[in-house]
C-alpha cells in the first residue's frame, strides 16, 4: 500500500510541541466521528473517535475536539514525537455506521 | 490474528484485462469495506457488506463487482480494467452494530496501463 500524494495541506512541528489538526466536516447528521493515522505504505489505523452527543474524548497523548456549531473537528497530538510523522484523516458517519466518509487528509511532520 | 489480510500486494493490468483483489479477516467481523485511495484524494468507498451473502454499493461502484461468499473474505473484482482504475485499493473490516471502527488491511497497488 501507499500513502496519500503530493498535494496534502502540511503541518510541520518540533519535536516535543503540540500538534492541533483540524477537519471540517460536511454533514450536520453526522453522528460518529474518528481520526485515522496513515503511515507510508501502510493502511489506515485507528487513532481515535467520538459520538456527536459529546464535545470532547481524550486518549493517550490525543485528544480529539468535536464542534457541532460550525461543523468543525480536530486532533491534538501532545508532545509530538517523530513516530508521529504520518498523514491523519479525520472520518464522519451518517449512515448509521454502514458508511465512512473520509476528508482529504493532512500530512504531519516532526523536526527533530 | 493476521486481521485483514490483502491479496495482491501489488498488480499491474492491461486496459480491457480482468483481476480479482482478495481480502480476509480472521477477527469474525460482520462488516466489510472496498476503499480506493487516489493521490490527493481520502480514501472513497467502493462497495460494502454487512454480512455473509450481502452487497450494497458505496460513493464509487461503477467499474466493480464484489462478492461475500464467505464471512471472512470479501473480494473485488474488475472485469474490464481501465488506466481511471490505477489507485491504491484498501479492505477494511468492523465488527458490527455497536463497534463502528473499521480495521484496515495494507493495501493493494494497481496500475492499470
Not at chain 1, 92 to 110: I, Q, S, Y
Request: overall charge positive; proline content about 4%; some cysteine.
Amino acid at each position: 500500500g501507499e500513502s496519500v500524494g503530493l498535494h496534502l495541506p502540511t503541518l510541520s512541528v518540533q519535536e516535543g510541541d503540540n500538534s492541533i489538526i483540524n477537519c471540517a466536516y460536511s454533514n450536520s447528521a453526522s453522528d460518529y466521528f474518528i481520526w485515522y493515522k496513515q503511515e507510508s505504505g501502510k493502511g489506515p489505523q485507528f487513532i481515535i473517535d467520538i459520538r456527536s452527543n459529546m464535545d470532547k474524548r481524550q486518549g493517550q497523548r490525543v485528544t480529539v475536539l468535536l464542534n457541532k456549531t460550525v461543523k468543525h473537528l480536530s486532533l491534538q497530538i501532545a508532545a509530538t514525537q517523530p513516530g508521529d510523522s504520518a498523514v491523519y484523516f479525520c472520518a464522519e458517519d451518517n449512515n448509521a455506521g454502514n458508511m465512512l466518509t473520509f476528508g482529504g487528509g493532512t500530512r504531519l511532520m516532526v523536526k527533530p | 490474528n493476521a486481521g485483514v489480510t490483502q491479496t495482491p500486494k501489488f498488480r499491474v493490468l492491461k486496459t480491457g484485462q480482468s483481476m480479482t483483489l482478495l481480502c480476509a479477516q480472521d477477527m469474525n467481523h460482520e462488516y466489510m469495506y472496498w476503499y480506493r485511495q487516489d493521490p490527493g484524494m481520502g480514501l472513497r468507498l467502493i462497495h460494502y457488506s454487512v454480512g455473509e451473502g450481502t452487497t450494497a454499493k458505496g460513493e464509487v461502484p461503477d467499474g466493480y463487482n464484489v462478492s461475500r461468499l464467505k464471512k471472512q473474505n470479501f473480494l473485488l473484482g474488475l472485469e474490464s480494467a481501465a488506466p481511471s482504475q490505477t489507485s491504491v485499493y484498501f479492505c477494511a473490516s468492523r465488527w458490527g452494530l455497536s463497534s463502528y471502527e473499521q480495521y484496515f488491511g495494507p493495501g493493494t497497488r494497481l496500475t492499470v496501463t
